[in-house]
């Protein structure tokens, strides 16, 4: 199954501030970011559209897969960022909160405060991709967020954890791999 990822383009909060599932706006750079997508996906797609279009129901994704053409797709929870909890649309040097210093020192491990850690994140993107794997579809587009991208990218051998966000999709970037 040849499955085409997407991270949504960039959005619309100051820089430095800590969003996982809060729900963003887009930059003012959409229309421009969101036509280079468009762009890069119809070359991918010209020979064989994909079967199912899936997206994380966070606005800054299900926006560009509508922009892409894709007014509705099936929304899963599953595909959303990192839940980052009580640090939520904070800025990172305004955080208050103890525990944002371990979480830096090991946050491929620990968990935000009321939140998710990594390894949270990964459980939920397995399980999407090992029930996308029963399915008989040939190819597959998923508009999501880095931290998904990341996820899946471990998940099928693109990269290996330590090391991973080296290998994170700009915004507005497509990630490619094959179940």
């Known amino acids: 199954m040849d499955i085409i990822m997407v991270r949504h383009t960039r959005v619309g909060v100051p820089k430095g501030t800590c969003y996982g599932w809060s729900d963003v706006p887009v930059a003012d750079t959409f229309e421009e970011e ?3 997508t468009k762009k890069h996906l119809d070359d991918i797609f010209k020979e064989h559209a994909p079967d199912i279009v899936f997206s994380s129901p966070l606005t800054r994704a299900c926006k560009l897969a509508a922009y892409c053409g894709y007014d509705t797709p099936l929304l899963d929870n599953r595909l959303k960022e990192m839940n980052m909890g009580e640090w939520e649309m904070q800025k990172y040097d305004e955080i208050k909160d103890g525990a944002l210093q371990m979480w830096y020192n090991d946050y ?23 029930e996308l794997k029963t399915k008989e579809y040939r190819r597959v587009a998923i508009f999501a967020h880095g931290g998904v991208l ?11 954890a330590e090391g991973c966000f080296e290998h994170l999709v700009e915004c507005g970037g497509i990630q490619r791999l094959s179940l």
């Not at 491929?108 to 090992?130: I, Q, W």
């Open 108 to 130: 491929m491990h620990l968990r935000a405060t009321g939140g998710e850690g990594f390894p949270d994140l990964y459980k939920r993107v397995s399980d999407f991709l090992n």
């Open 34 to 36: 969101a036509a280079n």
């Open 150 to 160: 990341l996820c899946a990218g471990i998940y099928a051998g693109l990269f290996p």
